[in-house]
């Protein structure tokens, strides 16, 4: 049975010391080339936070994933006691929320003006970010002050943008629309458009300028 306790003067951490001769006499395996890990530190996942949004924009949500998956590893590994370190990303993710390190609605309206630039429908952009933990409320707010007063037309703004990275409907050679007209309305409803802005895209004559 494994005894965790904190160790080191520097900062909380968290080890754990096998009771059994055979666990304390043989040292832990590693892969060939890499120095065995210490105990998991309070100040090691604060530094990953940083690291990470330093490269990534995130969610609240997202960055205590991020962290949790990081104690996990560290708890099979023996290297923490999992419930301590928990506990740790709780408090880095709240810090992290109130001095604006990270912030939902930043992390909502980035998402959403970039994704309704490549083409992504209301649906599509909805589903995306309730899957990184953003409340849907600010979800509909933030979509509502991309869009502005006529969200009818940035949603067919968006199926056109889509349809033409696509190559679909009046996109197409003219000798292909016809046959693949089901196959364009499909690929504009796999997107999260109704079909009236789908048939509205694929129908059309030509291109708007």
Request: charged share 40%.
């Amino acid at each position: 049975m494994a005894k965790f306790g904190k160790v080191g003067a520097t900062g909380e951490s968290c080890d754990s010391r096998c009771m059994t001769d055979r666990d304390t006499d043989t040292p832990r395996e590693t892969p060939r080339g890499r120095a065995p890990r210490g105990p998991l530190k309070k100040r090691s996942l604060e530094n990953a936070a940083l690291h990470y949004l330093e490269r990534h924009a995130s969610s609240v949500a997202g960055l205590r994933r991020v962290l949790d998956r990081r104690v996990e590893r560290a708890a099979r590994e023996e290297r923490c006691d999992r419930d301590e370190a928990a506990a740790w990303v709780e408090d880095i993710v709240a810090r992290f929320a109130r001095s604006g390190l990270v912030d939902d609605r930043l992390f909502a309206e980035g998402k959403i003006a970039s994704r309704r630039r490549r083409g992504d429908s209301a649906r599509r952009i909805r589903m995306t970010l309730r899957e990184k933990g953003v409340d849907p409320d600010l979800i509909d707010q933030a979509l509502s002050e991309e869009d502005g007063d006529d969200s009818r037309a940035a949603e067919l703004a968006a199926a056109w943008r889509l349809a033409r990275r696509r190559r679909l409907g009046p996109y197409r050679p003219g000798a292909d629309r016809e046959a693949s007209r089901n196959r364009d309305l499909a690929a504009l409803a796999r997107a999260g458009f109704d079909l009236g802005t789908a048939r509205t895209v694929i129908d059309a004559e030509t291109p708007p300028e």
